[in-house]
Each structure stands twice: as C-alpha cells, then as structure tokens.
C-alpha cells in the first residue's frame, strides 16, 4: 500500500470525508476484528474537525456496527474510545482477565455494559488506568508485566513487550496489515464495512 497516495488522497478530501477516512484508519485494527478497542484524539487544526465529528459521530459508528463514548474534551482536542462491544464481550470470557480487571474494582462482569461503564470512570481519572491496555488489544501477560515491571522490555512497538516476542510480532503485522486493508478500500473506493472481522488475532494469555 502506497501510505503517501494514501495521505494524498486524504489532504484532498472535503472534510467530512476527511474526517471518516482518517479515523478508519486510525482504527483499523477494531473493524478488522484484531483488538476491541482503540483510543484516539480528535483535533481542530488546519479543519474544523470537532464540530464535525459530534455531528457524524452516531451515524459513523453505527454503520460499523462500532460504539464510541468521550473520554476527554480540552480546548480543541477531544480523546474518544471506539470499541466493538461483542469482542469487549469476548475478552471477557477469560477468567484471567476477568481476575486482573476485579483486582482494580470492575463488577459484574458477565455485564459488559457495567464493565463498560466503570472503565469509563477509570479513563476518565487522572492517570491512566494500566489494566484499560486488555480492552486496548494488549496480551494480559504484557499488561501484567507493564504493571509489575520486573522483567525487562523485549520489543516496544504499538505497546511494550514483556515476554512471548514473537507473538506480539504477529499481532503488530495484523494491525499494519488493517492499515493497509482500510487506506485500499479507502484509495479503490469501496465500502470498508466490507473489512468487518476480516481478522482472528492468536489468542495467548
């Protein structure tokens, strides 16, 4: 994929279609199916962008079949989650994670709605709550070693590696190749619902 067509492409854009493009891609890895949620920030630069996205932003998310809460608001800048909430769901069949998140005061976690709320509340503290990195796609055994920071990082890439090196590798090529798949569906035209769980990530924890 030729990322500087791509960008191209984008720059060209009136803005709505501005807008829609490049928060696709930036949550590429979500509509592919490889991780449940992404964290991202909406600015006002060059484009009045923030108006704009609380204009589309129901109507963007339900045709991915995606949801989205705010996080933050500051001035021109506006953090927002987007998740798939069935694979929200999923990760919550592991009794592991479902251990790690009730050691920081997530209940009822056969609800995802409740867990849902209540990581909302831990988003919006001041610090950033660690144990957010397994809705974030992260293994729990990075997560973990992020927390406790005994052993050394092996590999730093969309997040830092404890142990299982290779693993992560393969998890970073799914997310370059969501990428890859959003910005040519984008450059060919074509619909990106099409991309929906286009991948299964290696489930290791």
Not at 36 to 41: M, R
Not at 43 to 59: A, E, G, K, V
Not at 83 to 99: A, H
Not at 143 to 151: D, L, Q
Request: proline share 4%; with cysteine; net charge negative.
């Amino acid at each position: 994929m030729d990322n500087l067509l791509f960008f191209r492409k984008l720059d060209a854009m009136r803005d709505e279609d501005y807008i829609k493009s490049f928060i696709s891609y930036l949550i590429s890895p979500v509509i592919t199916g490889v991780k449940p949620c992404s964290i991202i920030n909406i600015f006002n630069n060059t484009r009045n962008l923030l108006p704009l996205w609380h204009d589309i932003s129901l109507q963007f998310t339900s045709n991915l079949e995606l949801d989205y809460m705010p996080i933050e608001q500051y001035n021109d800048r506006e953090t927002i989650l987007i998740y798939d909430k069935s694979s929200v769901t999923n990760i919550l069949k592991c009794q592991k994670i479902r251990s790690l998140l009730a050691t920081y005061g997530y209940t009822d976690l056969d609800n995802t709605d409740i867990v849902l709320d209540y990581l909302y509340k831990r988003l919006k503290s001041n610090n950033f709550p660690h144990e957010a990195g397994v809705f974030l796609g992260i293994p729990l055994h990075d997560v973990e070693g992020f927390i406790k920071r005994s052993e050394p990082c092996l590999l730093s890439g969309y997040w830092k590696v404890y142990s299982e090196a290779n693993y992560a590798k393969e998890i970073f090529e799914l997310y370059d190749k969501s990428k890859d798949l959003v910005a040519d569906c984008i450059l060919n035209g074509n619909d990106i619902r099409s991309l929906s769980k286009n991948f299964t990530p290696p489930f290791l924890n």
